[in-house]
């Protein structure tokens, strides 16, 4: 889910304000209309990411659409360690949810954006891949944060039972404490935009568990890697 976490964010009862991510109500996962959108779709190759009406101007799936929004350099690094069948938990729908499933992955995708919800079911329906993922809409609570309520997501899925652990999205600092408790023994735990004021302190207590970090000068993508005998000592870390 791309947007500029390394800047301020407008934020209302613990949720950003429109347009304080690069998006407007509407906008499909992918869009981002901030310079930093524009700049991270030009690396990628495409600015159809980047804006809203700049699709490729020939027919067929565009292939930079296909990835999903990490530095580019992370992703072969991850499918490598990833096999078919396995589980895998993102928070925040987006490229990265068809991306799972297209590798083969079961997926559950927690999000609090229903119409980001509906466009990312609708691509992975259309891939044929629909049986793959699982989306759990995350509405406002009456009391209490968004952020909150998309941490709390994650209370009916089951403890340990995932091979990845995804997260991105506004909410990142509150969804990273639960990442612990999801993953397996050895288990992948993914962090976009690292870099970012409110989760690096988080990513430097897990350093001894970083597998690699990637910075194209934008953004950075984290990969650890969960302790093969449990993942207390990583939740621990967090707090």
């Known amino acids: 889910m791309p947007h500029d976490s390394a800047m301020a964010v407008p934020v209302q009862d613990g949720e950003p304000v429109a347009n304080g991510l690069g998006r407007v109500p509407g906008d499909a996962p992918g869009t981002d209309r901030t310079w930093l959108g524009w700049l991270r779709g030009a690396l990628s190759g495409s600015l159809a990411g980047a804006f809203p009406g700049t699709a490729p101007p020939t027919g067929g799936e565009d292939p930079a659409e296909t990835q999903p929004w990490l530095v580019p350099e992370a992703i072969p690094f991850i499918e490598a360690r990833l096999r078919h069948g396995m589980a895998a938990l993102e928070w925040g729908a987006g490229r990265s949810t068809l991306w799972l499933a297209r590798l083969g992955l079961s997926v559950v995708s927690i999000e609090a954006r229903a119409d980001w919800v509906a466009e990312a079911r609708g691509r992975v329906t259309a891939a044929g891949l629909a049986a793959r993922v ?81 910075d194209n000068g934008i953004w950075q993508t984290a990969v650890f890697q969960a302790p093969p005998d449990g993942t207390a000592a990583l939740h621990l870390a967090l707090g």
Do not use: I, Q, W
Not at 154 to 163: E, I, K, T
Not at 171 to 198: E, I, Q, S
């Open 134 to 214: 699982r989306f759990v809409p995350v509405e406002r609570p009456r009391t209490g944060s968004l952020a909150e309520a998309c941490a709390a997501a994650a209370n009916g899925l089951a403890a340990h039972g995932f091979d990845l652990v995804l997260v991105d999205g506004p909410f990142k600092a509150t969804c990273l404490r639960r990442a612990g408790t999801m993953l397996k023994p050895g288990g992948l735990l993914v962090l976009d935009d690292a870099h970012a004021a409110d989760v690096a302190p988080m990513a430097d207590l897990l350093a001894p568990y970083r597998l690699a970090a990637f």
